[in-house]
């Protein structure tokens, strides 16, 4: 029940073209679904994060679509550029109970020129 | 911006010995973490610290492990008696509201 799920394993996707990653979860108490974007050698970093409270939240050319009934969250790079080939992680917590975060296994993405 | 500063970057050290991983948490945080990840899988959550003390530990977080905020600036990881499955990049992180911010961690390599 702690598990989240994220797929796909591996992206590639054009430049300028939209990427999109989804992960689902099953532990209802989770109430904070952050993304991290993790480059080679480098920790794990804040991409994007949402409460489900609401069903979505846009930051730039980054959205997070929520939703709370199918308990699955997504993550949308428009305009995806060279510079957002990285591996993406998504994770959640329950911030009133135990805030640690569990990862999703990681997408790989690729974006080629 | 403020950094969560770790150390060493890289360390190699033989089966059985002792290893300390330094962390130097952002100075207005109030709670501490350690990740690891084994290559090319998952971070994994091994334990958090909060007013000096383990909150939580995960089952990986057994008594060769142990946590330590010796000043108030530093927060150490230490294994006790290193295994060749203890070989992984190591990750501290702290915060103060929601959002966590990770360091560069440190690469654990054990032969």
Redesign the interface.
Known sequence: QQQVKQSPQSLIVQKGGISIINCAYENTAFD?F?W?QQFP??????LI?IRPDVSEKKEGRFTISFNKSAKQFSLHIMDSQPGDSATY?CAASS?YN?????????TRLQVFP | EPE?TQTPSHQVTQMGQEVILRCVPISNHL?F?W?RQILG?????LV?FYNNEIS?K?EIFDDQFSVERPDGSNFTLKIRSTKLEDSAMY?C?S?RG????????TRLTVV
């Open positions: 904070y952050p991290y050698g480098k920790g794990p970093a804040l994060a992680f911030l135990t805030d640690k975060l569990i990862f999703g296994t990681g | 969560v709670y973490y990740y899988q998952k971070v994994e959550f958090s939580e995960s990750f992180a915060k929601s959002g966590y911010t990770f360091g560069s961690g």
